[in-house]
């Protein structure tokens, strides 16, 4: 049974960097050759935003408005895959989640499943 | 960036009615829509992708539709465990997500 799970501080002070990790169960993120593995997070304000997207070779696509600030990686050792945003601000507070990002036709399509996703808070 | 609207904000309806749900894109997106539905403090979950089809152990009373800038989610013969905000996704251009459609049971 697939099932993903977000881990990491539920409280960031502006200026800092936050880091999410998540821990992939029911498949093995090394030996998926058909799928990218995503965040992605929701803010009341704007929604659901997709934050970016990891390959098994370190291979990344980025939202290009967070570029700037984000890093994923994937541990393939523990079965996970990481997020750093830097220079966070309360506009980064959210509820963060991880995904498996299918690939169709050769390019990323959906997201196939999800996390339960963790509510990250920015404030001093 | 692909603007998705949907509509409506709210949908109330009684067990066994048609639930349909709206998303348009600001430009064309071919058909790479998905469609997820999301209950408080769990994972959301998807329901169909390409615009029209059913992701794996979805049940048949959720059916997707649409091409171009026009898309619709129908739920026929609602069950009390459909109440969710149900969202759609698009592909076409990077990943960006419509504001989500509450779906209440009465």
């Known amino acids: 049974q697939m099932q993903l799970q977000e881990s990491g501080p539920g409280l960031v002070k502006p200026s800092e960097t936050l880091s999410l990790t998540c821990t992939v169960s029911g498949d093995s993120i090394s030996s998926s050759t058909r799928y990218y593995w995503g965040w992605i997070r929701q803010t009341p304000g704007k929604g659901l935003e997709w934050i970016g997207s990891v390959y098994y070779s370190g291979s990344t696509f980025y939202n290009p408005s967070l570029r700037s600030r984000v890093i994923m990686s994937v541990h393939t050792s523990g079965n996970r895959f990481s997020l750093k945003l830097s220079s966070v601000s309360a506009a980064d507070t959210a509820l963060y989640f991880c995904?498996?990002?299918?690939?169709?036709?050769?390019?990323?399509?959906?997201?196939?499943?999800w996390g339960q996703g963790t509510l990250v808070t920015v404030s001093s | 960036e692909i603007v998705l609207t949907q509509s409506p904000a709210t949908l109330s309806l009684s067990p066994g009615e048609r639930a349909t749900l709206s998303c348009r894109a600001s430009?064309?997106?071919?058909?790479?829509v998905a469609w997820y539905q999301h209950k408080p403090g769990q994972a959301p979950r998807l329901l169909i992708y390409?615009?029209?089809n059913r992701a794996t152990g979805i049940p048949g009373r959720f059916s997707g539709s649409g091409s171009g800038t026009d898309f619709t989610l129908t739920i026929s013969g609602l069950e009390p465990e459909d109440a969710a905000v149900y969202y759609c996704q698009q592909r076409s251009n990077w990943f960006t997500f419509g504001g989500g459609t509450k779906v209440e049971i009465q």
């Open positions: 995904a498996r990002h299918e690939i169709l036709g050769g390019r990323l399509a959906h997201f196939d499943y």
């Open positions: 430009q064309s997106v071919s058909n790479y």
């Open positions: 390409d615009a029209s």
